[in-house]
């Protein structure tokens, strides 16, 4: 193998990668990262076996192979090369890999390139194709709500689904749930709980960019996404099991509609967060009269209460909740205004920005007894 | 308990007569002493003027059944021992059958008790010893004994009383002292209205101490534990840099009573060693449990001394307790050989002695005596001493808090929060598992998993104490597959297990839905909500069955070892840590934090 290229556009492509490299070596070979150059192409993967990330970038190149280095050496290596070229050839006689960038020339072991698991065996069908942007926008408004690190339980998760036109994510703690919409033409139809490090990894490649195009495929119990204008892939292993009808929870309406300021509100919060020494904080919501009043206290530390005049309609209410559940949808919100349902006892309150049907949120009142 | 029946005569002449009723802090040693043996979890003590107009003592105890009512005001009526034999295997705290009678003889004494399973309870009243009423009354569960104008039909001995302010201290004294020994039993002292203190009956003796003397003392506090032959001994002390001018906060329980013993006093100064100014003595509370053959604690009437047959054994094994904890306390050298344990040898052992010592209220009665109250607001100043290497830094003040501003709402230990060290500054994480930080001039070494432990057990502690126990319900309930079983012991347990937060219901014969969890638990696994709530009712119905539960509650809840944290959640996680009443121990007893002295570290690097 020998190609040339640049220190920019290795290091691109050895970063989108690098996350999937398995850092505890249950499989000494994972801990290294797959490169492959054929036809002018060069690939470069990485897998833990529950994720898989390929990158691919365009090389000039008179030999084709693979090898495997290791990721803990062979990246730090190239992030710190001099911008500009660099030379890459495999020594097969010693089994060392040649870096050659500016005036330096910089040798590394290679592990047996066979014994690196493929991707995918071949190139699925596509179910969706759609903007990268707005499954940015999904996984953000989404992920937060999943639990973490719980294992293969599915609310260790996110419920991705497709039907009727559009493209839903759904995810919950048992006590919040976050639903998220999009309206995508052309799909087919499917339902895959995606593990919550996948959405991260997966919003970490996603560009800004808006052109940028992603595809969606099966591969059984595996999901890919491709990330066409990047030339990247992603595979993920999905959580079996059955997801909650999610339908059910989300309430069809509630006593008293308010409409609040967001920034105004996050303020408001993060105050009163700092009431919760020794547990999760509470904060209690008022509303009565175009008013509401947040009311918060720790047994051990005081207290906070502080009001905001919002819009109002419907009843008084009051009803507490975990401060946190509160700020972690508002921060996710793109809107200045947020609507919220509340309904007196123990029924759910409800959360969506002011001009956006897509997103909701639902969250379970907090009871002292 | 056994019905209560008359001692023979025999029996009791065999009980050394005496005067029970001394004092007001006497009648509230027997009422409370009473309530204890009663199996009460709860008292509630309140006096008025020293406890000479008024003494209240509220328990929710056995209660008394009525017709035994009567019984329990004849001289030698006891339901606690039945023979002579018993005398030497005596477990309850009253065994003389002599004190209500004795206290009804002096004073107007009301007393409302109600067995939990009876449905009326029973109204007994004495004035001077003459009955005046017995009827049946609603009454809570528990008994409830009324003591007013003391010593009013002896008006010498009324006018033997101190003022108020003095007689208000020996009942302090004598309550904090009961407290002491009974951890698991919450107690709240009320004088003239204002409350004194309220212990939170978790059964841990720590937080009792926090409770009576406050944090000054508390954050200086010491574990004690010693096992040898026939003797435990377990309690805390304090670090020599707080140290009293008498012996009135030297605690000695043994056996489940408090006592007095010079001798156990002097082998716990003794194991201060130099460590003590002259003339202090330190601050203290010692539990020992020994064979209840090897004791005699019918010496005295009021049961405020024992005797021990193994004198001299006993207090070597208090020194070297004392001296040990005191050793391994602050300045931590990982790398010392241990030391031998029987280096006793130059300790001057007291043969056997009969424990003479007048008790200290007696004694300083004329006296200043340190008032118990002011006391208690920190008169004593400390003199910080700098050890070696434990590399103390002077005390700075207290942060002010909202709670400066805001009435307390605080029904337990309003204890302030333990600042150990002037400054802290997380270095990072060790192994996915220990945090490690810089504090003033040591290393410490924080188990991440049971630093968040100690801080959920607290925060799920002072929910459940305040009743402000708060749940979160669930949007999607939780189902848990148990099997018949497994299934019906839940549903059994579901009223307790609402009271801790979890609100469980019956889904088909092997399942169950959960359909709350403690809000402190928000987004517990299936898995773990399963062994969380099998291991609470495995516990057993048992007292303490709350007390196992939050523990288990904090277990489930805190970090896993081998979790990596971000540089905030260890900030967080330390602070909330250096702010709990006990940042040292895990409930289950475990270390939190090991302390690295700067010294040690320096003179392994042979710097010095
Ligand atoms: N608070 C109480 N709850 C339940 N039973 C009580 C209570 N107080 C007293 N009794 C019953 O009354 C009896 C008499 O109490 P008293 O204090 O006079 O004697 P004692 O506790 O047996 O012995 P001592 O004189 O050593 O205290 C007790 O044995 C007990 O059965
Ligand atoms: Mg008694």
Redesign the pocket.
């Known amino acids: 193998m020998r190609f040339a290229t640049t220190q920019g556009e290795m290091l691109r492509c050895l970063d989108m990668v690098g996350r999937a490299v398995a850092n505890r070596d249950v499989n000494p070979i994972l801990t290294g990262i797959y490169l492959e150059c054929e036809n002018g192409r060069l690939t470069v993967r990485a897998t833990d076996s529950e994720i898989g990330i390929e990158a691919c970038t365009s090389v000039e190149s008179d030999q084709p192979g693979k090898v495997v280095v290791e990721a803990k050496y062979f990246l730090p290596l190239v992030r710190r090369l001099p911008g500009g070229d660099v030379f890459v050839q495999e020594l097969p006689e010693h089994q060392m890999l040649e870096i050659r960038a500016g005036t330096g020339s910089f040798r590394f072991q290679t592990m047996a390139a066979d014994q690196f698991p493929a991707l995918a065996a071949a190139e699925p069908k596509p179910l969706l194709r759609m903007p990268s942007q707005i499954a940015v926008r999904m996984i953000r408004q989404t992920v937060y709500a999943a639990q973490k690190d719980q294992g293969h339980s599915v609310f260790g998760g996110v419920l991705m689904e497709y039907a009727d036109g559009e493209l839903r994510f759904v995810a919950t703690d048992t006590s919040r749930l976050c639903f998220n919409r999009a309206a995508v033409p052309n799909g087919e139809n499917f339902k895959m709980i995606l593990p919550a490090r996948t959405c991260v990894e997966l919003q970490r490649l996603l560009p800004s960019n808006p052109d940028s195009m992603l595809e969606i495929a099966s591969l059984g119990s595996q999901v890919l996404f491709r990330l066409e204008t990047e030339d990247v892939i992603l595979v993920s292993r999905l959580l079996e099991g059955q997801y909650p009808d999610y339908t059910r929870v989300i309430p069809s309406q509630t006593d008293t509609e308010i409409l609040a300021s967001c920034s105004e509100l996050i303020s408001a919060l993060e105050r009163a967060e700092l009431m919760g020494k020794k547990g999760p904080a509470i904060v209690t919501l008022s509303v009565e009269e175009g008013i509401m009043k947040l009311e918060s206290r720790d047994v051990e530390l005081g207290e906070a209460n502080e009001s905001l005049s919002i819009e109002q309609k419907g009843p008084s209410v009051t009803s507490a909740f975990q401060v946190r559940f509160l700020l972690d949808m508002l921060k996710t919100t793109d809107s200045d205004k947020v609507r919220m349902g509340l309904s007196s006892g123990l029924s759910p309150g409800m959360i969506r920005p002011v001009d956006d049907d897509d997103y909701i949120y639902v969250l379970m009142p907090v009871r002292v007894i | ?1 056994s019905p ?1 029946i008359v001692l023979e005569e025999t029996i009791a002449n065999k009980i050394a007569a005496g005067e ?1 009723v001394e004092r007001p802090a006497s009648v509230v040693k ?2 409370v ?3 204890l ?2 199996g009460a979890d709860s008292i509630d003590i309140e006096i008025r003027e020293g406890g000479k107009e008024y003494i209240r003592v509220v ?1 929710n ?4 059944p009525s017709d035994e009512v009567p019984l ?1 005001f004849e001289r030698h ?4 021992i039945r023979s002579a034999d018993d005398l030497f295997r005596i477990v309850t ?9 004795s206290i009804a003889a002096v004073s107007e004494l009301e007393m409302v ?1 109600r067995p939990e399973e009876s449905p009326m309870g029973t109204l007994i009243a004495f004035s001077g010893g003459r009955r005046t009423r017995l009827e049946s009354v609603g009454a809570p569960a528990g ?1 409830a ?1 009324t003591v007013k104008r003391l010593f009013f039909n002896t008006p010498a001995r009324y006018k033997f009383l101190n003022q108020a302010a003095s007689e208000r201290r020996y009942v302090y004294d004598i309550v904090g002292r009961l407290a002491l020994a009974n951890p698991e039993v919450r107690f709240r002292l009320v004088s003239d209205g204002e409350e004194i203190f309220v212990t939170p009956g978790d059964g841990n003796m720590e937080a009792v101490i926090w409770s009576i003397y406050g944090s000054r003392v508390g954050k200086y506090l010491v574990p004690v534990y010693r096992e040898s032959g026939h003797v435990v001994i377990s309690g805390y002390i304090c670090r020599p840099e707080i140290h009293r001018g008498n012996r009135q906060a030297e605690t000695f329980i043994v056996n489940g009573r408090v006592v007095e013993s010079s001798l156990l006093a002097s082998a716990m100064e003794k194991g201060y060693q130099t460590m003590l100014p002259r003339r202090r003595y330190p601050i203290g509370v010692l539990t020992l449990t020994l064979d209840p053959s090897k004791i005699d604690v019918n010496v005295h009437p009021t ?1 405020r001394e024992i005797r021990l047959s193994d004198s001299s054994e006993v207090y070597k094994q208090v020194l070297l307790a004392v001296k040990h904890a005191l050793e391994i306390s602050i300045p931590f050298d990982p790398w010392a050989f241990p030391g031998s344990d029987e280096t006793s040898q130059d300790a001057d052992q007291p043969g056997f002695v009969q424990e003479t010592l007048e008790p200290p209220i007696v004694k300083e009665r004329s006296a200043a005596a340190v008032s118990y109250a002011t006391s208690r607001r920190e008169t004593e100043s400390p003199t910080v001493h700098r050890h070696s290497s434990a590399g103390l830094s002077p005390e700075v003040p207290p942060r002010r808090t909202l709670s400066d501003a805001v009435p307390s709402q605080c029904g337990a230990a309003g204890t302030s929060p333990a600042r150990h060290w002037a400054s802290h500054r997380i270095i990072g994480q060790f192994q996915a598992t220990y945090i490690l930080v810089e504090a003033d001039r040591e290393l410490l070494l924080i188990d991440q998993h049971v630093a968040h432990e100690r801080i959920l057990y607290e925060g799920f502690l002072a929910e459940l104490q305040t009743s402000s126990v708060k749940t979160q319900p669930l949007l999607v309930p939780l189902h848990l597959e148990l099997g018949p079983a497994a299934a019906a012991r839940v549903i059994e347990w579901s009223r307790k297990l609402a009271e801790l937060g979890f609100e469980v219901e019956q889904f088909g014969v092997k399942d169950c839905l959960v359909r709350s969890v403690p809000v402190g638990l928000t987004s517990i696994a299936v898995k773990d909500l399963e062994e969380l709530l099998l291991g609470i009712i495995a516990a057993g119905e048992t007292s303490d069955y709350r007390h196992n539960a939050l523990v288990l509650m904090a277990c489930k809840g805190a970090v896993k070892a081998g979790e990596e944290l971000t540089p905030a959640a260890m900030q967080d996680l330390v602070d909330s840590l250096l702010s709990t009443k006990n940042p040292f121990t895990c409930p289950h007893g475990r270390p939190v934090i090991v302390r690295l002295a700067l010294d040690d570290i320096h003179r392994r690097f042979g710097r010095r």
């Open positions: 308990m209560i029970v027997e009422l002493e009473n309530s043996d009663a328990d105890g056995r209660g008394i329990a009526a006891t339901s606690k705290l009253g065994f003389r059958g002599e004190a209500l009678p008790t008994t004994v049961k």
